[in-house]
Each structure stands twice: as C-alpha cells, then as structure tokens.
C-alpha cells in the first residue's frame, strides 16, 4: 500500500469492467476510500464483495451513468457515505460500435459520442460542486491512443476519443480557476480496454504475433496503467493538468512502425498500415535508426 491517497475519497464509474475493477483496486490499496458504480447490479454487488474482501473501504452505486437523475443520486451517495469527493475516474463504457466510419448510422454516431464523450463530460460537470470542495480536486477520464491516430476497424470511436482529448484540454483551463486538475490516461493496446479494438478480440496464437511489432514484446495489462491513475489523482500530481498521458510503449503512428510480414492480417487493421517484404521492413528500421541518431545529436 503505497498510501498515496490516504484519507482521500476516490470515484471510479464503470467497475463491472476489468480495468475498472482494477483501477478501483489500485486506489484503494493506495489509502483511499473507494466508490464504485456500474449499471448492472449483480456485477456490482460482486465487485464491491471483491474490494472487500482484499480489505478495502468501498462502497457502491447501481447507476445508468448515462442518465441525468442516476448522476445526480450518484453524487449524493458518494457525499453521504464518505463526506466528501477529491478523486473522479471516468472509465469508459464498452464499445461496441465497430467498422469504418462512413459505415456508422446516425443512430452509431449519436450513441458512441454520447457514450466515449457527452456523458463523460456531464460525469464530470456534476462531480465539480463536490470536488472544488477539495484541497487537491482530480479528474481522470479513460481514454485511447485511438484518439491520437484512429483505428479502422474502431473509426466511430477514435473520432469520438479525438474529442475527448479535447475536452481534457479545455476543462483543465476551466477548472483550474476552482483548484480542480484534468487529465487523461490514454491507453495503448490493452486486451481488457473497451475499445472494442481488434486486438480485445484477438486469440493467443493472434496475440503472440502481434507482439511481434510492439518494441516491448507483449500487449499491455490493465497493471499497466493503474499506478499512473493513482499518480495523476495524488498530490505528487498537484501541478499536472490539462495532459493526456499515454501508456503505451511506442507511438507506431509517429515513428513510422512497420508490420512483419508473419504478422497476422487482422483485416489490414493495424493503423491502416500495409503488409511489408524483408527488404522494405529493414529500410524502415535503418531509418528509424537513422531519425533517432539524429534526435539524440541535436539534444
């Protein structure tokens, strides 16, 4: 327990899912006190049973955090249980719109915005009254690298994770007036995400392959973006705002990263990128090499 949120009280929406079950996990073996939400109510009462379990001070929430009343009880429950708010996590909901974006409906388009940024927006809104009452108020939204350089196969959503990362960016100039920090943790390809992406989908032999392009040999856990949510949410994070943190090993998109040839196809969905012979796959790598000498001789 590293106690970096002691005598703190920590919000996380949308524990049901896996990563939410274990950010909620990583802040409350950090000192916090523990809120958890989700709108199936078996699922919830199993996780708040789990926290427990470990020892953890939790409570919890059934809520449709997509709807204006349940937010407005949420706030009221986390209140009268813990007296107070100095932490909201916003974890996404589960993707499940998938496909080009020029395939999407309105009907797609509505739900996914609604879902990735016009709730998570309004979570936020609704949790300022409490959290301006904190010394160190913080927000973390959950959000992708999708945002960053969109997925085909997730085109709907990374557009609408786009705009996330600009809300971040305008809420933290707005907020900061009320003491209150923005930040979100961009994840990378992460199996248990909810990005609906198609490595979540993927099966072992497919995983193993694709492991092959990423520099650290493997895709990523949800461990490997919970000590930095605690991070941002602690008062080592006291002058971090406005910052979308990303937790990946590389930006493929930026550095140009080629695909293997033995790597499985997915359906040519890795950054929309092409499937490459030896020769052009070591060209690729020379210049790498190449930009990076470069980098390091002009620091």
Not at 28 to 56: C, M, P, T, W, Y
Request: hydrophobic fraction near 35%; aromatic fraction near 6%.
């Amino acid at each position: 327990m590293s106690g970096l949120l002691t005598n703190k009280t920590a919000l996380v929406t949308n524990v049901s899912t896996k990563l939410g079950y274990a950010i909620a996990q990583r802040l409350g073996f950090a000192g916090a006190n523990v809120f958890i939400s989700d709108a199936h109510d078996q699922k919830l009462r199993k996780s708040v049973h789990g926290l427990k379990e470990l020892g953890l001070n939790v409570a919890g929430a059934v809520v449709d955090v997509t709807d204006p009343k349940h937010r407005e009880q949420l706030f009221e429950e986390v209140d009268k249980k813990f007296n107070g708010l100095d932490v909201l996590v916003v974890n996404p909901l589960v993707n499940t719109q998938k496909g080009a974006i020029l395939d999407s409906t309105k009907m797609d388009f509505d739900k996914t915005y609604n879902q990735i940024l016009t709730t998570p927006f309004k979570l936020a809104k609704s949790a300022v009254p409490l959290l301006e009452k904190s010394s160190n108020g913080s927000i973390v939204f959950i959000s992708s690298i999708a945002g960053f350089s969109p997925f085909e196969d997730i085109g709907l959503y990374s557009a609408a994770q786009t705009g996330l990362l600009g809300l971040v960016k305008a809420s933290a100039i707005s907020l900061a007036q009320r003491k209150i920090r923005v930040n979100s943790v961009s994840l990378g390809m992460m199996r248990d995400d909810a990005s609906g992406g198609f490595w979540t989908t993927a099966d072992d032999d497919q995983l193993a392959q694709l492991s092959q392009v990423i520099p650290l040999g493997r895709v990523a856990k949800n461990t490997d973006s919970t000590a930095l949510i605690e991070f941002l949410a602690s008062d080592r994070a006291s002058y971090i705002t406005g910052e979308n943190c990303i937790v990946n090993d590389e930006d493929h998109s930026a550095s140009g990263q080629l695909v293997p040839s033995s790597t499985p196809d997915f359906g040519g969905r890795i950054h929309g990128q092409k499937r490459l012979g030896a020769g052009t796959r070591e060209k690729g790598v020379q210049n790498r090499r190449r930009s990076r000498y470069h980098r390091e001789r002009r620091n």
